[in-house]
């Protein structure tokens, strides 16, 4: 029913009401006169009242079995899935053409596409493996290059009911980006220009298709720099959506400790700012903490405000070998526990280091096959010397060894580039290992105390299962990746020791996801990590910001009561 006839009978009722009571005062007077023109006169009174009353009654029945008070059916605050009672309803083929027709004529011809290629990138990736059905391709790219294009693109999606995917970096692995209900994608990777720099304030004002190392490239001549470091390619967009971080994480925080505000596009092209540029507010709901990590299923980030950092004085890069993960381990905690700022601390594992060594990972480097922690120092250089000591006082204590201080850069930059390469160093080693190998990359995390428990059951049960891995890590955050390889034919092994995994993380108080998201891979963990009625209570957060469930539908949570996806 809509606003207007609801206000009018709640009008009408009101009216009747005051008119009655009133009424029944000129009928007592009218009467107790017993005239008998005023008899008649009030009869017909009682008449009229007595229509206008049974419609009013009639229109109040109406409205309030649609819309029953609250205080006899009080709404419920979350919203199962049992609640939702059909499927999604979208525009029919014959509208999106029209509606991709309207945009077309909007935008530039260079800024929308239908080429196969196009709709594959945007639907796909190689480091992806829960994969697009044939008939899961957007209907149509388009590459907005501001926030009114947005706008005008997201306001034709919603007015004809087409659903709506963003896209930036395209380098997430969990399905994020895949168009379960086809669509428009919306690909801001044009809108890459850094608007705002604020030396004095240390935050920079961002476009969602900026990469993180061209920001840092772009600071890097301010002595600044942007904490979080993903994996190459990501983009500030992405970044936001799924909440990442990076080796960085243990001194500088994750995405949602590095956001001050956004600039958001909304379901129905309404654009909001969840805050001003202070370090600290107060006022009101914390917008943009609900929008980190919503994975596009809240609104089109096109705009943000991130903290910097400033460049350490000076940094070093430290690694040391450990016969056992549980000495790794201990070593951090100890570490932590003497209030050490480290700027970062990584751990590679044995079978990471033997694919090093076999592999040769750097020019000129021999790695050993042991466990490896990886520390960058920084600081002034009594900081940073008073570190060096501790750090290798506790490393030996906990039976460290080979331990190897970098201050050259090109020798800094030579370890730590081994560490951002590990991911395609191990699937080069996995294709040697075994013919057509496939690799599947996941994370979870969990408290540091329990990290060395579960690489080492999450190593036994993937190798006692046939199959081979890597095990890297943020260390310092417990956060652990895990590259599952597999020949082809054993696809069904490796999803059931990734999902043994992911379980094992929630066993020991841990997450399904340190920092690559939820996507479509790891909906039904959501549920066993957070239970049912947190995952319904954002649900019911979905619907208030997107009713008609336009935006990235299916991802992170189910929306539909009969959804039958079958992934490859």
């Known amino acids: 029913m809509k606003s207007t006839a609801r206000d009018f009978l709640i009008s009408s009722s009101m009216f009747i009401r005051h008119f009655g009571i009133n009424c029944r005062g000129v009928f007592k007077r009218q009467f107790s006169?017993?005239?008998?023109?005023?008899?008649?006169?009030?009869?017909?009174?009682?008449?009229?009242?007595?229509?206008?009353?049974?419609?009013?009654?009639?229109?109040?029945?109406?409205?309030?079995?649609?819309?029953?008070?609250?205080?006899?059916?009080?709404?419920?605050?979350?919203?199962?899935?049992?609640?939702?009672?059909?499927?999604?309803?979208?525009?029919?083929?014959?509208?999106?053409?029209?509606?991709?027709k309207e945009i077309c004529q909007l935008l530039r011809p260079d800024q929308t596409s239908v080429s196969d290629g196009e709709l594959a990138l945007h639907s796909d990736n190689s480091s992806n493996f829960h994969k697009p059905t044939e008939d899961e391709r957007p209907d149509l790219v388009v590459y907005p290059e501001s926030v009114d294009e947005v706008v005008s693109v997201v306001k034709i999606c919603s007015k004809y009911r087409i659903p709506m995917v963003p896209y930036s970096g395209g380098t997430s692995i969990e399905g994020h980006f895949i168009p379960t209900r086809r669509?428009?994608?919306?690909?801001?990777?044009?809108?890459?220009?850094?608007?705002?720099?604020?030396?004095?304030?240390?935050?920079?004002?961002?476009q969602p298709g900026v990469g993180w190392q061209d920001l840092n490239a772009?600071?890097?001549?301010?002595?600044?720099?942007?904490?979080?470091?993903?994996?190459?390619?990501?983009?500030?967009?992405?970044?936001?959506?799924?909440?990442?971080?990076?080796?960085?994480?243990?001194?500088?925080?994750?995405?949602?400790?590095?956001?001050?505000?956004?600039?958001?596009?909304?379901?129905?092209?309404?654009?909001?700012?969840?805050?001003?540029?202070?370090?600290?507010?107060?006022?009101?709901?914390?917008?943009?903490?609900?929008?980190?990590g919503s994975e596009g299923t809240l609104g089109i980030i096109v705009e943000a405000t991130l903290k910097l950092a400033v460049q350490p004085e000076n940094e070093v890069v430290?690694?040391?070998?450990?016969?056992?993960?549980?000495?790794?381990?201990?070593?951090?905690?100890?570490?932590?526990?003497?209030?050490?700022?480290?700027?970062?601390?990584?751990?590679?594992?044995?079978?990471?280091?033997?694919?090093?060594?076999?592999?040769?990972?750097?020019?000129?480097?021999?790695?050993?096959?042991?466990?490896?922690?990886?520390?960058?120092?920084?600081?002034?250089?009594?900081?940073?010397?008073?570190?060096?000591?501790?750090?290798?006082?506790?490393?030996?204590?906990?039976?460290?060894?080979?331990?190897?201080?970098?201050a050259d850069q090109e020798e800094k930059d030579e370890i730590w580039r081994a560490r951002k390469v590990q991911l395609w160093t191990s699937i080069d080693w996995a294709q040697k290992m075994i013919p057509n190998a496939q690799a599947w990359p996941t994370d979870v995390a969990v408290p540091i105390s329990k990290l060395p428990a579960v690489i080492t059951e999450t190593v036994n049960d993937i190798e006692s299962n046939g199959l081979l891995t890597t095990v890297v890590g943020h260390v310092g955050d417990g956060n652990i990746h895990a590259l599952v390889i597999f020949p082809p034919e054993k696809r069904a092994v490796a999803e059931k020791v990734v999902h043994n995994m992911v379980k094992r993380a929630i066993e020991n108080e841990g997450t399904v996801?340190?920092?690559?998201?939820?996507?479509?891979?790891?909906?039904?963990?959501?549920?066993?990590?957070?239970?049912?009625?947190?995952?319904?209570?954002?649900?019911?957060?979905?619907?208030?910001?997107?009713?008609?469930?336009?935006?990235?539908?299916?991802?992170?949570?189910?929306?539909?009561?009969?959804?039958?996806?079958?992934e490859k």
């Open 33 to 100: 006169q017993r005239a008998p023109g005023n008899v008649s006169w009030a009869l017909g009174m009682a008449a009229c009242v007595g229509v206008v009353g049974i419609a009013s009654s009639y229109g109040t029945y109406q409205y309030f079995r649609s819309y029953p008070p609250m205080d006899v059916f009080p709404p419920k605050a979350t919203t199962p899935l049992s609640d939702l009672s059909q499927s999604p309803v979208y525009a029919a083929e014959s509208t999106v053409q029209a509606a991709v």
């Open 183 to 206: 669509g428009i994608c919306i690909d801001v990777g044009r809108m890459n220009r850094v608007l705002e720099l604020h030396e004095e304030d240390l935050d920079v004002v961002v």
């Open 318 to 406: 430290a690694i040391v070998n450990f016969d056992k993960l549980s000495e790794a381990a201990q070593t951090v905690t100890e570490l932590f526990r003497r209030g050490l700022a480290l700027n970062a601390v990584e751990l590679m594992d044995d079978r990471q280091m033997r694919c090093f060594a076999e592999m040769g990972a750097s020019e000129g480097r021999k790695w050993s096959d042991k466990n490896l922690l990886l520390f960058k120092l920084g600081g002034s250089k009594n900081t940073m010397n008073d570190q060096i000591k501790i750090v290798r006082q506790i490393c030996q204590k906990n039976g460290g060894f080979n331990m190897e201080v970098a």
């Open 218 to 292: 772009y600071l890097d001549e301010y002595g600044l720099m942007f904490g979080p470091d993903p994996g190459p390619g990501a983009c500030i967009g992405g970044m936001v959506a799924t909440n990442c971080s990076g080796t960085r994480a243990t001194r500088y925080g994750t995405m949602k400790d590095n956001v001050i505000g956004l600039k958001v596009v909304l379901s129905d092209g309404t654009v909001i700012k969840t805050k001003n540029r202070p370090r600290k507010s107060s006022a009101g709901y914390n917008l943009t903490g609900l929008f980190v």
């Open 513 to 566: 996801s340190g920092e690559h998201g939820v996507g479509i891979g790891k909906r039904e963990f959501l549920e066993q990590e957070l239970g049912l009625e947190a995952v319904n209570t954002m649900r019911r957060l979905k619907l208030a910001l997107d009713p008609h469930l336009l935006l990235n539908p299916d991802k992170i949570f189910q929306i539909d009561p009969h959804e039958m996806r079958i």
